[in-house]
């Protein structure tokens, strides 16, 4: 039996050290599984790069993959995404006719729906290459996962 509170109050203390020892130890696995995947400076790019973005798709493999076709959800995804980017990157897995701009009558153009639900959703790259713009360096795609991770001097 206890007869005052003073063991409750170290066994607190100690709960809280603990507790507080497994945050800053989660901080510090976080922090190194963030340079282990991401293996980037503090800015978010490798060493030396300002603008990656965006990567060139050089596919040697693609597979294409029948999805529901949902209009409603082709039509919200437009706004958010780098067109130019998207036009360039589907003319790189063989997806044409998409044109330079998004249409005005997008989410009533059904053609342009297609198409640009064929390039999103249906292309697969299953192997292939992704390519820095600045740098060059190649990120290699295996099984349709694309390996971003750098070399220690990369970092």
Known sequence: MRDDGDDDDDDDDDARGA???????????????????????????????????????????????????????????????????????????????????????AASDEEFLRTFHHALLEVHVEEGTLVCPESGRKFPINKGIPNMLLNEDEV
């Open 19 to 105: 507790r507080r020892e497994r945050v800053e130890r989660g901080d510090d696995a976080r922090e190194r599984d963030a340079r282990l995947t991401n293996e980037v400076d503090r800015t978010g790019r490798a060493q030396g790069v300002v603008n990656g973005f965006p990567l060139k798709i050089v596919p040697k493999e693609t597979r294409e993959v029948e999805v529901d076709f949902n209009a409603e959800f082709l039509t919200h995804m437009l706004p958010k995404m780098e067109w130019g980017a998207f036009v360039n990157a589907a003319k790189e897995i063989g997806v044409e006719g998409l044109p330079s701009e998004i249409p005005d009558d």
